[in-house]
């Protein structure tokens, strides 16, 4: 019997020992698979960041070019109004420069008349006999000073078409 009991215990003992062998085989093979199954997930979640990261990046990437065009932009904006400002400027001397012309051809023509008026008066005066010879110097000298003012105006209008010609 006690042979027996020993001879049971022994192949209890050996089962404990197999079944053990076998718990440790399998803890390990589920311990494998997880560790598997974890890398499975680290390496997923790496890839995520990765793309996570690309699509940061190249975000950042077509916010830096949206703010260069904007930028381009701008100057072109601020060129173009740089520009609009010095045509507007550049008008305003052109019709500056055909006013002045035409306020010298004007002021010449009153000049004109005022001078043919002069001569027509002491033309009908002389021809009356009624100037002394201090009268007929005093209106030649009338004369010739309009004549003088005449040429003054002349030399003006030269001066105001040959700057307009220049802005032409």
Known sequence: MKLKLLIAGVALFGMQMATAQETVIDSA???KE????QLKEDKQALKEQERIEKERKDAEKKQKDMEERQEKLEKE?????KE??????????L???????RKY?????KARKDLNKKETKFAKAKAKGKLSPV?????????TKQQLKIKEIEEDI???KKKLRKLQ
């Open 29 to 31: 093979a589920v311990q």
């Open 34 to 37: 997880r560790l598997e199954q």
């Open 77 to 81: 904006q601020k060129k173009a109004e």
């Open 84 to 93: 609009l400002k010095k045509a507007e400027k550049e008008q305003k001397r």
């Open 95 to 101: 019709e500056s420069a055909q006013k002045d012309v």
């Open 105 to 109: 051809e004007d002021k010449l023509d």
């Open 135 to 143: 009268d007929i110097e005093k209106a030649n000298v009338d004369i």
């Open 158 to 160: 030269e001066k105001a």
